[in-house]
């Protein structure tokens, strides 16, 4: 028993079709993760604005001539397959869509002296994309040593635990001057 009944050609025809709608939604869908993607597009909320400034002056900020060293997806999101990058980048989005219009405010300051253990989520996997030279042969004895429990997975440590300024330097100076500018506005 036939299922699918050819009519001359329409079932080809409307794979044809279907094939072109799910290439230009793909089309479309990949130019929105791009978009979306850049320095600018983070730092076109005021919320990211302190988060812009440290990182701007830090060592994966600009450089002198004005080139990115690191993107902010290129930390907070996680590089160990594109489906996970893809549904964090997703999520991540609709949780600051939803911070930005509902228009709460934010203690980042209050945030920082209760995170515990808890630094906002910057990706080993993508620190790795970069420093990969930590497993590479000729790497100098001191940095191996340094990192070899990590890299052998005998520690829970992050990248962060041991470098937690280097995405955004003294974020914390920031956050107690933001703290100062809103008190003196109330």
Not at 112 to 125: D, F, L, M, T
């Amino acid at each position: 028993m036939r299922i699918i009944k050819d009519n001359g050609g329409a079932v080809v025809v409307a794979c044809i079709i279907a094939f072109l709608v799910a290439l230009v939604v793909a089309f479309f869908a990949a130019k929105q993760v791009q978009s979306t993607s850049t320095v600018e597009f983070c730092n076109s909320c005021h919320e990211m604005h302190p988060f812009y400034k440290t990182w701007a002056a830090g060592k994966h900020g600009t450089d002198a001539k004005g080139v990115i060293r690191a993107r902010c997806v290129d930390c907070h999101l996680p590089h160990d397959s594109l489906a996970n990058y893809l549904k964090t980048k997703a999520l991540a989005g609709l949780h600051d869509i939803k911070a930005h219009w509902m228009g709460k405010k934010t203690d980042w300051l209050k945030l920082w002296e209760e995170r515990g253990p808890y630094v906002h989520s910057a990706y080993n996997s993508g620190c790795m994309e970069c420093h990969k030279e930590l497993v590479a042969p000729g790497i100098p004895l001191k940095a191996y040593t340094a990192h070899k429990a990590f890299l052998v997975g005998q520690t829970k440590k992050t990248c962060l635990d041991c470098h937690h300024e280097v995405g955004h330097g003294d974020i914390v100076s920031e956050f107690r001057e933001l703290a100062k500018r809103s008190q003196r506005k109330e």
